[in-house]
């Protein structure tokens, strides 16, 4: 007897189909609620400069300062005091990573910035205070570096009410 050709089968138990699976839901991207809800730090940029997104109000500044690192925060609390207190109508923004001061319709007056070892504050028309504040070499813009307990806040009210009063600066 010859062999038929090719494999040979045995006969087996036949197996059930399968039932058709239903899809499985994709696992979520996002953070579960308890994670969601942590506000994140903003992160520190050279010098301890905290990166906070571009937007107007008080919020985003409140938030800046907030991130600033150690005694600079300090500072910032007083400069923002003292802004408010010496021109209540002011308008605020940040922009570049760094408060802006204005008044609206007239343009920004102040900004100021962190450095690792000090905050400079920069009055865009510095050249036009009495006196002209220390730093600068520029055409219009004078500035002043603020280390900590180093703030002369009656000078510095000074500056700001007459920079306030002047034509400011617009981008």
Same mark, same amino acid.
């Given at each position: 007897?010859?062999?038929?050709?090719?494999?040979?089968?045995?006969?087996?138990?036949?197996?059930?189909?399968?039932?058709?699976?239903?899809?499985?839901? %994709?696992?979520?991207?996002?953070?579960?609620?308890?994670?969601?809800? %942590?506000?994140?730090?903003?992160?520190?940029? *050279? $010098?301890?400069?905290?990166? +906070?997104?571009?937007?107007?109000?008080? *919020?985003?500044?409140? *938030?800046?300062?907030?991130?600033?690192?150690?005694?600079?925060?300090?500072? @910032?609390?007083?400069?923002?005091?003292?802004?408010?207190?010496?021109?209540?109508?002011?308008? %605020?923004?940040?922009?570049?990573?760094?408060?802006?001061?204005?008044?609206? @319709?007239?343009?920004?007056?102040?900004?100021?910035?962190?450095?690792?070892?000090?905050? %400079? *504050?920069?009055?865009?028309? $510095?050249?036009?205070?009495?006196?002209?504040?220390?730093?600068?070499?520029?055409?219009?813009?004078?500035? +002043?570096? +603020?280390?900590?307990?180093?703030?002369?806040?009656?000078?510095?009210?000074?500056?700001?009410?007459?920079?306030?009063?002047?034509?400011?600066?617009?981008?």
């Amino acid at each position: 007897m010859n062999a038929p050709p090719g494999p040979v089968r045995m006969p087996s138990k036949a197996k059930p189909k399968a039932k058709p699976r239903a899809k499985l839901a %994709k696992p979520r991207k996002t953070a579960p609620k308890s994670q969601s809800r %942590k506000a994140t730090k903003p992160t520190l940029l *050279a $010098g301890g400069n905290p990166q +906070i997104a571009k937007a107007d109000g008080d *919020a985003p500044v409140q *938030a800046y300062i907030a991130a600033m690192p150690g005694g600079k925060r300090d500072i @910032g609390k007083r400069l923002d005091a003292l802004i408010v207190h010496s021109v209540p109508n002011v308008r %605020k923004a940040v922009k570049w990573n760094s408060p802006f001061y204005g008044i609206e @319709g007239q343009g920004w007056f102040l900004s100021f910035h962190v450095f690792t070892h000090y905050v %400079k *504050a920069t009055f865009f028309r $510095g050249t036009s205070l009495v006196p002209v504040p220390p730093g600068g070499t520029g055409k219009d813009a004078r500035w +002043i570096d +603020i280390r900590e307990d180093d703030l002369d806040e009656a000078q510095m009210a000074t500056w700001v009410k007459q920079a306030a009063a002047l034509p400011g600066w617009v981008p």
